[in-house]
């Protein structure tokens, strides 16, 4: 039943299948010149500290930019706001493989071009999760964004693989040029579909001060609602605890194993990635997008604690899968609630405003973990610190268990406060849509009974 009406998605709605095949596509595009550019970069300068830079200038500069594309996407077009995103990214592509294929290329120019290409990223991201629902049914924003998340997985997997492959074959201008195909079949599927736009909002005119006034606009949208207030929050840590994972994977298997193990068991958290999400296109999430969420967080909580707990290959790959698996799940419905929740006239400045934070909070996760595993962890739990005989019991001592220990604190931390969101939202019985739609809980049966029988 569920596939049946994955495919009926798929064939009814022709906008969104094109949409999708076609960013789909650019995505893996994307990645392909991603990977094959930290490859040139480590090749041509032999440090960590450059690549880092890269990565930097590809994530940060979008992250803070967000907010201002979100008050101008809710004023735009938005189909023509993806459209101009995609040129200008396009351009920024083709202008790398002219240098490359000249012989100009620099180390700078990879840092200006991973700054302007997150410009247009934040654009894009932004303009597609404002666009989602005008072109999908409600009921069925849950599989959608299960396909999304699938695109997602699937370019994380393949793309290194094929740009290793490749890149032996066409260099790094053949990955340039790949990439700037895939734009312009993206851009081709853009041309041929239709995105309606919402119903236009009273806005003032152009100006710094005007964007700020519609950037705290979309702000009050939020903190007026008490719920959507708690799912900023909550996902806000849950980004924070991933950008710790994200850094913290590589060095936990390489404190006793080797490269090629390490690369196994990142084949296997992809592998996760992909079943979760095609998990989530086929169910769609089910009619209590709320319970999903803190159901999967928390076995996203136990898998991170499966990860951290012993120094042991096999129980790491199963509590990484286990984690990548429900990662997609939890995107697409949190995803989702946003969508069907907030008012489309306004969806652009509500969801930048969410991307914002969220990524603020991966940001913050990738640079607290190195302090707290080296500067700390790592140190208590040698084989003569001070966690030793105690913790080091557990999850035994020595060179990444301090990483191990955090990972298991990060696992406590998701898992403690899902389950509390769980048993909050969901087992009082709390009206979904009166708390998504109105965000009162006074609106709950149960409240009100107990405030009738007080009066």
């Not at 006793?256 to 990142?266: C, D, K, P, R, Y």
Request: aromatic fraction near 10%; charge should be neutral; hydrophobic fraction near 50%.
């Amino acid at each position: 039943m569920y596939v049946t009406k994955l495919i009926e998605l798929i064939r009814e709605l022709r906008n969104f299948t094109l949409f999708w095949l076609g960013q789909s596509l650019s995505e893996i595009g994307n990645r392909l010149t991603g990977f094959g550019l930290g490859i040139w970069v480590y090749q041509n300068t032999h440090a960590v500290t450059q690549l880092s830079l890269v990565i930097f200038f590809t994530t940060l500069p979008g992250v803070l930019i967000t907010p201002f594309a979100g008050a101008l996407i809710d004023r735009w077009n938005r189909k023509w706001t993806i459209i101009f995103s995609e040129i200008a990214a396009a351009l920024i592509t083709l202008t790398l493989a002219v240098l490359l294929l000249t012989g100009n290329l620099q180390l700078w120019h990879t840092y200006v071009s991973a700054f302007f290409t997150s410009v247009c990223g934040s654009f894009q991201m932004t303009a597609k999760g404002a666009a989602l629902p005008l072109m999908v049914p409600s009921n069925q924003m849950g599989r959608a964004n299960g396909l999304i998340q699938f695109s997602t997985a699937l370019g994380q997997l393949v793309a290194p693989i094929l740009a290793g492959l490749l890149i032996a074959n066409v260099q790094l201008q053949g990955l340039l040029l790949i990439d700037l195909s895939t734009y312009l079949i993206a851009l081709l599927t853009l041309l041929f579909i239709h995105i309606p736009q919402p119903e236009s909002s009273i806005l003032s005119t152009m100006g710094i001060s005007t964007i700020m006034n519609d950037i705290v606009y979309g702000w009050e949208n939020i903190s007026s609602r008490f719920f959507l207030l708690i799912l900023l929050s909550f996902m806000t840590i849950y980004f924070f605890v991933n950008g710790m994972t994200s850094v913290l994977i590589n060095p936990l298997i390489l404190s006793f194993s080797s490269a090629t193990t390490f690369g196994s068991v990142m084949s296997i958290a992809g592998c996760g990635m992909v079943a979760g999400s095609i998990l989530m296109s086929i169910w769609g999430g089910g009619k209590k997008s709320i319970s999903a969420l803190f159901i999967f967080s928390a076995l996203n909580g136990i898998g991170l604690l499966i990860t951290g707990i012993k120094p042991f290959i096999p129980t790491i790959a199963l509590g990484i899968f286990i984690s990548f698996f429900t990662l997609p799940i939890i995107l697409s419905t949190n995803s989702t609630i946003l969508q069907t929740s907030i008012p489309q006239n306004v969806q652009g400045r509500v969801l930048s405003l969410f991307y914002t934070l969220a990524g603020l909070g991966g940001a913050f996760g990738n640079l607290s973990a190195s302090p707290l595993t080296d500067g700390f962890l790592e140190p208590m739990l040698s084989n003569d610190g001070l966690l030793a005989s105690t913790v080091g019991r557990v999850i035994e001592t020595g060179s990444g268990r301090g990483i191990g220990f955090l990972m298991v604190l990060e696992g406590l931390l998701v898992l403690i406060i899902s389950v509390s969101l769980y048993n909050y939202f969901v087992l009082k019985e709390m009206d979904e849509e009166l708390l998504i739609s109105d965000g009162e809980i006074i609106n709950n049966k149960m409240i009100i009974n107990t405030f009738d029988q007080e009066h």
